[in-house]
């Protein structure tokens, strides 16, 4: 059974940093590519990165590029995103999603965590 | 960026009608590159259509998606009560993956 579990939502003052994990299991995670896809609360989905199997070619939404970090340790199953000078519309719950077709970018999601909530508030 | 539009935003439909979504995108979808999404409160979303027209692995079969170029229907042929929600297409057909704003099908 294919399982993504997220971790490190945390409330934050503006400015600050957090990382979210994202550790997977039931799947050779080193084959699918992967995405974070946040929700501000009573909001609509934003996808806010992707990345490759192999770590290449991060891609980011312009509403985070320079200030979000994806990446990703395959020999620990596990996808992360580092979060830097945040905003209070960063404020949302976070997704992580594989990818459907392996070693394919250009795939819709098949699979999602639950979700960790972030909070940037003073 | 490639801009998705849903219409209508608010569907109310009751038990056994049936169901018409849209989405518009701004530009062609590369390869019909679109996926639709099914989230219900408190939950995550859940793939429904993938390349527009494919269901996805354990979909009924009254979801169906068609479309190409830059509009494209997410049908439900007959509403069960477990199909009041959210839907969400996405465009995945750029590297810079864009969502629709929803459309909430509700009960009438």
């Known amino acids: 059974e294919v399982l993504l579990v997220e971790s490190g939502g945390d409330l934050v003052q503006p400015g600050g940093s957090l990382r979210l994990s994202c550790a997977a299991s039931?799947?050779?995670?080193?084959?699918?590519?992967m995405s974070w896809v946040r929700q501000a609360p009573g909001k609509g989905l934003e996808w806010v990165s992707g990345i490759c199997s192999s770590g290449c070619s991060p891609l980011y939404a312009d509403s985070v590029k320079g200030r979000f970090t994806i990446s990703r340790d395959n020999s620990k199953n596990t996808l992360y995103l580092q979060m830097n000078s945040l905003r209070g519309d960063d404020t949302a719950v976070y997704f992580c999603?594989?990818?459907?077709?392996?070693?394919?970018?250009?795939?819709?999601?098949?699979?999602w965590g639950q979700g960790t909530l972030v909070t940037v508030s003073s | 960026e490639i801009v998705l539009t849903q219409s209508p935003g608010t569907l109310s439909l009751s038990p056994g009608e049936r169901a018409t979504l849209s989405c518009r995108a701004s530009q062609s979808v590369t390869s019909n590159y679109l996926a639709w999404y099914q989230q219900k409160p408190g939950q995550a979303p859940r793939l429904l259509i993938y390349?527009?027209?494919s269901r996805a692995t354990g979909i009924p079969d009254r979801f169906s998606g068609s479309g190409s170029g830059t509009d494209f229907t997410l049908t439900i042929s007959r509403l069960e009560p477990e199909d009041f929600a959210v839907y969400y297409c996405q465009q995945y057909g750029s590297f810079l993956f864009t969502f629709g704003p929803g459309t909430k099908v509700g009960i009438k």
């Open positions: 999603a594989k990818h459907k077709d392996p070693l394919r970018y250009n795939a819709g999601a098949d699979h």
């Open positions: 390349d527009a027209s």
């Open positions: 039931g799947f050779i995670f080193g084959h699918y590519d």
